[in-house]
């Protein structure tokens, strides 16, 4: 079985400033790897995936995560946070040869002025 | 509609109450999850769906926790004698094939309390 470990549960971080969420993962075999993030009373949204390829992948709105099959990471980083990235993040990992994913407990991000 | 749809979006329940969750799935998605997020913790897997048949339902808690997708679309979570330990938000999920690694996509979940 695969577990994830998110090993920050609360992260405050000043606006601007650079913000990495750790996250780690357990498995025997190869898996796939994402991060989701839920604004607010929102559901959840897929930020970035690990499938293959690149071991560096990045969003949209400036994130990218490496993936390190040594270290068994998948940490996410971010070179300037604004007030909007505060959220709740969520590290998953599925199988590649499965369907459901497996969240870590989450890291709640507070961005402040 | 655009995204996947719950409802109640909140229920409060009696201890011992029987509850339904709907979920609306992406329009054409093939699989459809069931997840349960106890407060501060991240989503647990429940069962998955792939059309109507139900493949995996090894995260149901227990025998009251009963989930159906009869036409391959709509998915109901049923809960039987709800037990304060059943307080949580409940996502459903769906996602367009049953390939490891395709995008799934969240509802806004049912939060349930259990009084």
């Known amino acids: 079985a695969q577990s994830v470990t998110q090993l920050d549960s609360q992260v405050p971080v000043f606006e601007e400033a650079p913000v990495e969420l750790r996250c780690n993962y357990s498995s025997s075999v190869s898996v796939y790897l994402f991060w989701y993030v839920q604004y607010p009373n929102q559901g959840l949204q897929l930020l970035l995936k690990y499938l293959s390829g690149s071991t560096l992948v990045k969003s949209i709105n400036g994130f990218e995560a490496e993936f390190n099959k040594s270290q068994t990471s998948f940490h996410l980083r971010k070179p300037s946070v604004h007030i909007s990235d505060t959220a709740e993040y969520f590290c998953?990992?599925?199988?590649?040869?499965?369907?459901?994913?497996?969240f870590g407990k989450g890291t709640s991000l507070l961005v402040t002025p | 509609g655009a995204g996947v749809s719950q409802s109640p979006r909140y229920k409060v329940a009696k201890r011992g109450q029987d509850v339904a969750l709907r979920c609306d799935p992406i329009s054409g998605h093939v699989s459809l999850f069931w997840y349960q997020q106890a407060l501060g913790q991240g989503p647990e897997f429940l069962t998955y769906?792939?059309?109507?048949?139900?493949?995996?339902k090894s995260g149901l808690p227990s025998d009251r926790f009963f989930a159906e997708r009869p036409e391959g679309s709509v998915s109901t979570l049923k809960i039987q004698r709800t037990q304060q330990e059943d307080s949580a938000v409940y996502l459903c999920?769906?996602?367009?094939?049953?390939?490891?690694?395709?995008?799934?996509?969240f509802g806004e979940g049912s939060w349930l309390t259990v009084v």
């Open positions: 769906f792939q059309n109507e048949a139900q493949l995996d």
């Open positions: 999920a769906s996602s367009f094939s049953d390939s490891s690694g395709n995008t799934i996509y």
């Open positions: 998953a990992v599925s199988l590649n040869s499965g369907y459901a994913l497996n």
